[in-house]
């Protein structure tokens, strides 16, 4: 054969295996459709309970955490958790088409249909195992976690700290909407129910209910049932109804959501600065024994923010006429530059009320059993699971003050999810996205190498890491009654303390939170590239 011949016919045969070999290899858009289905089916089939999940378990499944040890009849409901899981199965699904990513989702969803109490709502917990086995969790692993009061005793009823009744119904919500399934309107309508009957007259919502009074810590009075800010409890509240009445056009709720509105303006205290818990007589209230009756900086910055977001959804001024008392407090109150750690800090976790003076919460002893809080104006040793100190971005709330005051109420409602429009499916989910705080898809798409390396990471169809939060495991209460500084900035005390901390060795976990992340991160890439083929 010529040279010529030969050589093409080489070439061609290069070129026509090269055309079959890249026929072959899948896209990297396939490459991370196949990785979330591998992933989710081992979550599912491996690992899940009932369809629900905790936060960090051993590889072999031999322990596994929430915000504390859980049994294995255990899910966990909060951020992290089995609702967090859910609203990414969902996000996952309408990237892909996926129809397994729906029944996962579904899975879950039953999971948390099969923990809400019969009065509707969620406690932090699910215990499939039934009410004893969670007693005997509360009476042992609970009651020995020294920073996490909220789980010393067993109240046997529901909570919205940490979001967890409120996620756990949005996430009702959203499977409802998404192809008006009866039995998911059953569970949303109980939640409701439970969100309506609990709303004091005033407007705010207690942490826990229904109301018990039966845990008092230290002298402390229990606090579950005093109106509270503490981890967002009213607005998320809030936020849920106002989803609600956007999506289902209910209107029974409106008034409701404007008496939680209003309870921001009635529970400003005089000089401009709100406290995260208050008595019925609306005074400043303590709560665990670390949180004293105070002012927050924290919780006035939040709060003063939410006041505009009010006078966006309605148009009424009322909620703007306070928030300069807000900026002026919070510029009065910044630390003294002794405590700012040249000027890293601006503001104390707590303010005295009558003083307007920073306070710092200590603690001393090694365990529940015999370890104490106290607060002082001293701002040494601070709590390593607290921040004594934070930094507080004063200027962002006065630029937006600036800028939304300057809108007439027209302007202001533009977008407000209070008004009354069409119903139109695919607006509906995405307006949902955007009041949401949870489950609302990603916005950016992830580059190719972040996506390869995430495909890359999935070892044995599931990600691991390290540094999660563990505990000690139960080995009874504690006996060292030494009044010692030893544990006063550490997570955790001795080895009878069961609260969480970050293990520091180089021990690998199964994640639920990296297994959400990695998951967001394939489907956003997914939503992306399907968008951009939809354009050309």
């Not at 939640?191 to 845990?215: C, H, M, T, V």
């Not at 800010?229 to 106002?242: A, G, P, Q, S």
């Not at 007439?408 to 139109?424: D, G, V, Y």
């Amino acid at each position: 054969m010529h040279l010529s011949k030969l050589l093409y016919a080489v070439v061609f045969c290069y070129l026509l295996s090269a055309e079959k070999l890249c026929a072959q290899t899948p896209t990297l858009e396939a490459q991370a459709e196949e990785t979330m289905l591998k992933a989710t089916r081992y979550m599912v089939e491996n690992v899940s309970t009932n369809g629900g999940y905790v936060w960090y378990y051993l590889p072999d499944l031999s322990r596994r955490w929430g915000e504390m040890e859980a049994y294995k009849s255990m899910v966990w409901v909060q951020d992290g958790g089995t609702v967090t899981v859910g609203q990414m199965l969902l996000d996952a699904y309408h990237a892909t088409g996926n129809e397994y990513l729906y029944e996962a989702a579904e899975k879950a969803a039953g999971a948390m249909i099969r923990g809400q109490s019969k009065a509707g709502g969620w406690n932090y917990m699910i215990d499939f195992a039934g009410e004893q086995s969670l007693k005997k969790w509360y009476n042992t692993i609970g009651k020995n976690g020294w920073r996490l009061e909220e789980f010393q005793h067993y109240y046997g009823n529901d909570t919205y700290d940490d979001d967890v009744t409120s996620s756990a119904a949005r996430f009702m919500l959203r499977m409802y909407i998404e192809r008006f399934n009866p039995k998911y309107k059953v569970a949303l309508d109980k939640a409701i129910r439970f969100l309506l009957s609990s709303q004091y007259p005033a407007g705010g919502w207690p942490q826990r209910f229904p109301l018990k009074n039966d845990f008092s810590k230290a002298g402390h009075p229990d606090y579950t049932g005093y109106y509270t800010f503490n981890d967002d409890v009213i607005w998320e509240n809030v936020n849920f109804l106002i989803q609600c009445y956007y999506t289902l056009g209910d209107q029974k709720l409106r008034e409701p959501i404007e008496r939680g509105m209003n309870f921001y303006l009635l529970s400003q205290q005089a000089n401009g600065a709100w406290g995260q818990q208050y008595n019925m007589k609306l005074e400043p209230a303590g709560a665990r024994t670390y949180e004293p009756a105070a002012y927050l900086p924290r919780a006035t910055f939040a709060n003063a923010m939410l006041l505009l977001k009010f006078y966006q959804y309605t148009g009424d001024r009322k909620y703007l006429t306070r928030v300069p008392d807000a900026i002026a407090w919070l510029e009065k109150v910044r630390l003294p530059d002794s405590m700012s750690q040249n000027g890293y800090y601006t503001h104390s976790l707590f303010v005295e009320v009558g003083t307007d003076k920073p306070i710092f919460v200590h603690r001393r002893g090694s365990n529940v059993t015999y370890g104490r809080y106290y607060v002082d104006y001293n701002d040494g040793k601070l709590l390593g699971h607290m921040q004594g100190k934070g930094n507080i971005n004063i200027q962002r709330l006065k630029d937006e003050y600036t800028r939304v005051s300057k809108l007439s109420p027209e302007e202001a409602t533009k977008n407000s999810p209070l008004k009354i429009s069409e119903f139109n499916r695919d607006q509906v989910l995405q307006r949902y996205a955007t009041i949401s705080q949870n489950g609302a898809a990603e916005n950016e798409s992830p580059s190719a190498e972040k996506v390869a390396q995430v495909i890359s990471q999935l070892s044995d169809n599931r990600w691991l890491v390290k540094h999660a939060m563990i505990s000690n495991p139960y080995v009874g209460d504690g006996k060292n009654k030494e009044a010692t500084d030893a544990f006063a900035s550490t997570r955790v005390g001795d080895i009878t303390d069961t609260s969480p901390y970050p293990d520091a060795s180089d021990q690998l976990y199964l994640s639920t939170p990296e297994y959400i992340k990695n998951m967001r991160i394939l489907a956003a890439y997914i939503r992306s590239a399907r968008q951009q083929q939809t354009a050309k």
